[in-house]
């Protein structure tokens, strides 16, 4: 049931803010990725919370289906 769910999380992740956001749930530092993209470590931040939110609604929106 977990891999499931889990599946369907990473499946719904795309482009960069979802591999800065997989990366970040793996444990690399917000530096090690900005230093990947070429930004800073706030810019990642933020794109990981903008992923992050945009995930949650769409799990959300299924859920209350």
């Excluded at 499946?11 to 444990?27: K, P």
């Amino acid at each position: 049931h977990e891999s499931a769910e889990l599946s369907s999380v990473l499946g719904l992740l795309r482009g960069r803010e979802g591999d800065m956001t997989l990366r970040v749930a793996m444990g690399e530092t917000l530096e090690e990725i900005g230093r990947d993209y070429g930004v800073g470590r706030e810019r990642v931040r933020q794109l990981v919370e903008r992923e992050r939110a945009r995930v949650s609604a769409l799990l959300e929106a299924s859920n209350a289906v």
